[in-house]
């Protein structure tokens, strides 16, 4: 199972937004509305910030949104602030009890 | 508040063999699909087994298929993975973490296991 394709790194000035892609197949995100996406702040664990594509966990601030098209996700902080600089990971179910995760994003804050 | 904690990590040679443990508290522990997910140093996280509620499924990566075996004791709201035939590869932090809508939604500090001669 190949990792989901994400870029590298990502940044914006506070107050702007950033979108972050992860794109698979259509055996993975293409299939099942099942992508999460995981806010990781380095020496910490992940935080699930989106599941089932678009749904925020409550708690987490509305200006973390997922969306999807076909064998792409994405992810879009909007309003960035200095405490969303971190690494952030897709994930999705790939079927057969299978999971895969994206390559991770950095995003920094400029 | 739910919460993990891993432990049991440590130096093992290859070849050798480990077990974690996943300590849970704060919801009911036997409701729930409970995975590891581990990270390299410096690398992305990558899923690696799954158990269900009641311990009588278990999935893995193909990975680690033969030599890691997830289980689980809901008396003791217990997660475990034995992990032998340990690869310099296997070498990562280990979360556990639980499941929810097919992603995870509680996730423990993680423990550090380094395969080295």
């Known amino acids: 199972q190949s990792a989901l394709t994400q870029p590298p790194s990502a940044s914006g000035s506070p107050g702007q937004s950033v979108a972050i892609s992860c794109t698979g197949t259509s055996g993975d995100v293409g299939a099942y509305n099942y992508v999460s996406w995981y806010q990781q702040h380095p020496g910490k664990a992940p935080k699930l910030i989106i599941h089932?594509?678009?749904k925020r966990p409550s708690g987490v601030p509305d200006r973390f949104s997922g969306s999807k098209s076909g064998n792409t996700a994405s992810l879009t902080v909007s309003g960035l602030q200095a405490e969303d600089e971190a690494d952030y990971y897709c994930c999705s179910y790939a079927g057969s009890n299978n999971y895969v995760f994206g390559t991770g994003t950095k995003v920094t804050v400029l | 508040e739910a919460q993990l904690v891993e432990s049991g990590g440590g130096l093992v040679q290859p070849g050798g063999s480990l077990r974690l443990s996943c300590a849970a508290s704060g919801f009911t522990f036997n409701n729930y699909w409970i995975h590891w997910v581990r990270q390299a140093p410096g690398e992305g996280l990558v899923w690696v087994s799954r158990?269900?509620?009641?311990?009588?499924?278990?999935f893995y990566a193909d990975s680690v298929k033969g030599r890691f075996t997830i289980s689980r004791d809901n008396a003791k709201n217990t997660l475990y993975v034995q992990m032998s035939s340990l690869r310099v590869e296997d070498t990562a932090v280990y979360y556990c973490a639980r499941g929810y809508s097919q992603g995870f939604d509680i996730w423990g500090p993680g423990a550090m296991v380094t395969v080295s001669s």
């Open positions: 089932e594509v678009t």
């Open positions: 158990i269900n509620t009641d311990g009588s499924a278990t």
